[in-house]
């Protein structure tokens, strides 16, 4: 891209572009969130609301799950997002990290990445950046031709994130501005911290930009920003005007007002925004992080966010209240989005069917984990010959979650967030203990942690050896239950169990699948899986993006672990994410 190239640059109290000041008006976006055919809709309506830019996340572990197998194609199509926001007449601002958290699985951290022996993650650790390295030259092959001086939407790129909460290791963080220098990126370089002296202090460095992250106060934060960078624009590159949900909570939610007032103080001040998140999306197939500050808590399927544009693309109050300020200090577009009407509400019989699990893998002494076996699906089977024996059966960790069951017979559940390591079983021929690792967590040390059964495995106190683990991949899983055989009963009543259902649309429209009833699993329509459910709560409905489904026959799948789901998949007119936090 030459065509149409243009300078932006930092001045000494503001952007620049074309030499000219420039408030930065942004809102996240994350391309790997939301359905790539809805992409240019969503970033349409940031304009609307009167933004001049979008920024994006780059997920290393969305473009290369496994090591050497890179893909920037479909929903990886970064290119193509780029190219959609410069047709909207936006820039863009890309942040790759190598690690973002966002809430995202593992960080956004590669498994094999993070498995790697003796890798010192974040890091001025050789074999983390070597491997480092090779991401970012990748991610900038893509983002180069893209940028503002070459006719392109970017203007900024992020070095790593909010890194100063996280280790103060200078020359890693110079190691990433050269490599990324290297690659051709001339655009302005920034860092992100939350507005702290240890933090901004720990996480800058020289010749890069700050920026703040924060909610409120904005007063305040941006003084300490300003006593950290005496000179140059002032900018919240994470204005929080939501917040996002885990299982067994509430839906939080922010209130417009006082949102829109937080903005308003912002703007006044004359710095930039970057709304985190615009539109959040939703953690789609087994993309979801966890928490762990002392308790582990993983986070919903929904991404919604309380965003101005809710989880289906809609405008919500917030986006309103938001544009109504934006309104006092740049112009906005007259036209404004219309919400979308209720959704379609049908119901669909669902037929539990056959199904085919992989061969087991054999040979251990002790439970091998996730990451032994190469295995990034959401659960693996292991077994354990018990003869005839009963008692107490205790594990060193179980992550994350655990359906425990003997001969046949379900005897019990493990669970990680209820810090729960052991119960007993009755005698038997053999044990089965279920596990399905229900997000990796996105934040602080807990970075790349092991899944699957940790030992050591006892029994009445004596070592339980000679294990089995079987990998069973939840989307193949569901794949195969498309064309499978309607199922027989049987007398063993053990999970996962698979069910079937289909419906006919006259033409694809977004729908919300209702999980009230269920116990706990995933959903796939037309082999896209769409996420967990949990009646654990506080999401009720599953969103159904209307790019995924199809004019004519669609296929539902649910894979249930709890107990049998309901013999009706119920489509319902709009979501529900759970009650709101008091």
């Known amino acids: 891209?030459?065509?149409?190239?243009?300078?932006?640059?930092?001045?000494?109290?503001?952007?620049?572009?074309?030499?000219?000041?420039?408030?930065?008006?942004?809102?996240?976006?994350?391309?790997?969130?939301?359905?790539?055919?809805?992409?240019?809709?969503?970033?349409?309506?940031?304009?609307?609301m009167g933004l001049n830019t979008i920024e994006t996340y780059v997920a290393w572990n969305a473009h290369e799950p496994v090591r050497g197998e890179w893909d920037a194609t479909g929903w990886n199509d970064l290119g193509r997002f780029l190219d959609l926001v410069a047709a909207e007449g936006m820039h863009a601002i890309v942040r790759p990290g190598p690690y973002i958290c966002a809430e995202w699985h593992n960080g956004g951290l590669p498994v094999w990445l993070t498995a790697l022996e003796g890798v010192g993650l974040r890091r001025s650790e050789p074999r983390y950046l070597e491997e480092v390295t090779a991401y970012l030259e990748r991610?900038?092959?893509?983002?180069?031709?893209?940028?503002?001086?070459?006719?392109?939407?970017?203007?900024?790129?992020?070095?790593?994130?909010?890194?100063?909460?996280?280790?103060?290791?200078?020359?890693?963080?110079e190691h990433l501005v050269q490599v990324t220098k290297?690659?051709?990126?001339?655009?302005?370089?920034?860092?992100?911290?939350?507005?702290?002296?240890?933090?901004?202090?720990?996480?800058?460095?020289?010749?890069?930009?700050?920026?703040?992250?924060?909610?409120?106060?904005?007063?305040?934060?941006?003084?300490?920003?300003?006593?950290?960078q005496p000179t140059g624009p002032l900018m919240c590159a994470e204005f929080w005007d939501g917040w996002f949900d885990w299982w067994g909570n509430t839906h939080h939610t922010t209130p417009a007002a006082a949102s829109a007032a937080e903005l308003d103080a912002l703007l006044?001040?004359?710095?930039?925004?970057n709304f985190y998140m615009f539109h959040g999306g939703t953690n789609f197939g087994?993309?979801?992080?966890?928490?762990?500050?002392?308790?582990?808590?993983?986070?919903?399927?929904?991404?919604?966010?309380?965003?101005?544009?809710?989880?289906?693309?809609?405008?919500?109050?917030?986006?309103?209240?938001?544009?109504?300020?934006?309104?006092?200090?740049?112009?906005?577009?007259?036209?404004?989005?219309?919400?979308?009407?209720?959704?379609?509400?049908f119901e669909v019989g669902l037929e539990p069917?056959?199904?085919?699990?992989?061969?087991?893998?054999?040979?251990?002494?002790?439970?091998?984990?996730?990451?032994?076996?190469?295995?990034?699906?959401?659960?693996?089977?292991?077994?354990?010959?018990?003869?005839?024996?009963?008692?107490?059966?205790?594990?060193?960790?179980?992550?994350?979650?655990?359906?425990?069951?003997?001969?046949?017979?379900?005897?019990?559940?493990?669970?990680?967030t209820r810090h729960e390591d052991a119960l007993v079983v009755p005698a038997g021929r053999r044990l089965r203990v279920l596990v399905e690792e229900q997000g990796r967590v996105n934040y602080d040390v807990r970075l790349g942690e092991p899944k699957g059964l940790i030992g050591p495995v006892t029994l009445a106190g004596e070592p339980l050896t000679g294990w089995t683990a079987t990998p069973i991949d939840v989307a193949a899983l569901a794949a195969a239950a498309t064309d499978a055989a309607t199922a027989v009963s049987s007398t063993i009543d053990?999970?996962?169990?698979v069910l079937r259902g289909s419906f006919t649309l006259d033409d694809p429209a977004d729908l919300f699948l209702d999980t009230h009833g269920w116990g706990k699993g995933f959903a796939l329509v037309n082999g896209f899986l769409l996420g967990r459910f949990w009646s654990n709560g506080p999401q009720r409905t599953l969103y159904v993006p209307a790019a995924a489904l199809n004019a004519g026959e669609n296929v539902v799948v649910v894979v249930e672990l709890d107990r049998v789901a309901g013999a009706i998949a119920r489509f319902v007119a709009g979501p529900d994410l759970g009650p709101l936090e008091e």
């Open 286 to 345: 087994l993309t979801n992080g966890a928490n762990d500050k002392g308790r582990y808590l993983p986070i919903v399927t929904s991404y919604d966010y309380d965003a101005p544009l809710d989880e289906r693309g809609d405008p919500t109050e917030k986006y309103f209240a938001f544009r109504d300020v934006i309104a006092k200090y740049a112009p906005v577009p007259d036209e404004v989005p219309a919400a979308s009407g209720p959704a379609p509400a």
């Open 494 to 497: 053990v999970a996962p169990f």
């Open 1 to 48: 891209m030459t065509a149409g190239a243009r300078s932006f640059a930092i001045g000494e109290t503001d952007f620049l572009l074309d030499g000219e000041p420039f408030r930065v008006l942004a809102g996240a976006l994350h391309y790997f969130r939301v359905h790539p055919g809805q992409w240019a809709d969503r970033i349409r309506k940031a304009r609307l």
């Open 353 to 416: 069917v056959e199904t085919v699990v992989a061969a087991s893998v054999s040979g251990h002494e002790t439970p091998p984990t996730f990451e032994d076996l190469g295995h990034l699906s959401a659960l693996v089977a292991y077994e354990a010959e018990l003869g005839g024996r009963g008692g107490v059966l205790r594990f060193g960790e179980v992550r994350d979650h655990a359906w425990v069951s003997v001969d046949g017979v379900s005897v019990g559940t493990l669970s990680r």
């Open 268 to 273: 006044a001040s004359g710095a930039s925004v």
């Open 139 to 173: 991610v900038y092959e893509i983002v180069a031709p893209y940028q503002i001086d070459r006719g392109g939407p970017v203007i900024l790129v992020q070095i790593e994130n909010e890194y100063g909460a996280y280790g103060d290791d200078t020359a890693y963080l």
């Open 182 to 228: 290297d690659a051709g990126i001339t655009v302005p370089l920034t860092t992100i911290d939350q507005p702290t002296d240890q933090m901004l202090s720990d996480g800058s460095v020289a010749g890069v930009h700050l920026t703040g992250s924060f909610g409120s106060r904005a007063a305040e934060r941006l003084e300490t920003l300003r006593r950290h």
